[in-house]
């Protein structure tokens, strides 16, 4: 394993970022991004603080599905304190979180110094704090209020589908302990097609490496049924090109076929024994420091 920082937090050798870094200059940073919101890649350009919504539906505030100690991530984060945000930056066809990620639920409005409470009433029992979705990017400005309030000494998840903006990128680097990014797609035409997303390859791969830089990353990808040529090998054989075995990939096989995936031929089943097979095989003939 490879998230030596990670453990020295956790064995309280070293803080975490965000009780390192100053908190307020980031704070009116993330505010200034948000009144012509840019966030996100999609660089909506509307004014939040005015309740404008952009492409993820996020209000001006934070909307939250659920927190939890959560007991179903990868083996060394477990139990994550994991709070799941409503909205997503992405409309995956597949989304696995389709109710929180589309609005199909309603979220709760907390204040930031009541995530800030919560998170500490649980911070005893978990290892980290785990900023997901749907997405966390949208709430970036009321996520750093929240960890002004925050007593717990925890590192950091930011659990994402990796579309930040470099200015988002740059606020990250003094927050994000640990980077858990999802890198589904090989190409362009998929992500456009399946997630109606523009310039994916390009930007993953540039926020990859800042976060690369800047902190400690693990990798998920989804293999998707139809996907291991066009999607999971070029994803691996980008990975195991940029960062070797410097990172941990998880190739996950879980996917089904939720939301509007059956209107998707080449996704509207599950991924077989052989897929399945194929893409940890090929992880592990490119040297991968890879896990399931
Ligand atoms: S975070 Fe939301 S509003 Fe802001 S640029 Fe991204 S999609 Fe648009």
Redesign the pocket.
């Given at each position: 394993m490879v998230l030596k920082k990670y453990l020295q937090i956790l064995e309280a050798k070293e803080k975490p970022k965000f009780k390192k870094n100053n908190l307020e200059k980031l704070e009116e940073k993330s505010f200034e991004i948000i009144s012509k919101?840019?966030?996100?890649e999609?660089?909506?350009k509307?004014n939040?603080l005015k309740g404008e919504k952009?492409?993820?539906k996020?209000p001006c505030g934070l909307s939250i599905s659920s927190i939890f100690p959560h007991y179903g991530e990868e083996y060394f984060f477990i139990p994550s304190l994991t709070i799941f945000f409503m909205g997503c930056?992405f409309s995956c066809v597949f989304c696995q979180n389709w109710e929180i990620s589309q609005w199909y639920e309603h979220g709760h409005e907390l204040s930031p110094k009541e995530l800030a409470k919560a998170i500490d009433l649980y911070a005893q029992e978990c290892k980290n704090i785990n900023f997901v979705g749907g997405e966390p990017?949208?709430y970036l400005p009321w996520i750093i209020q929240t960890l002004k309030h925050v007593k717990a000494f925890l590192p950091v998840i930011w659990n994402s589908n990796f579309y930040m903006s470099e200015k988002t990128m740059e606020i990250l680097k003094e927050i994000a302990d640990v980077y858990l990014s999802d890198w589904k797609y090989g190409n362009n035409a998929c992500a456009e097609r399946l997630s109606d997303v523009k310039n994916y390859i390009e930007i993953i791969e540039r926020n990859h490496e800042i976060a690369f830089r800047n902190g400690e990353v693990v990798i998920r990808h989804l293999v998707l049924p139809n996907h291991v040529e066009c999607c999971t090998k070029p994803v691996l054989e980008k990975i195991a090109s940029f960062f070797g075995d410097k990172v941990i990939v998880n190739i996950m096989p879980q996917y089904r076929p939720e939301y509007k995936a059956k209107n998707f031929k080449d996704i509207a089943r599950y991924p077989s024994q052989k897929e399945l097979e194929e893409a940890w095989k090929y992880a592990e003939k490119l040297g991968l420091n890879w896990i399931r």
């Open positions: 919101c840019e966030l996100c999609r660089k909506c509307v939040r952009g492409y993820c996020a930056t990017t949208p």
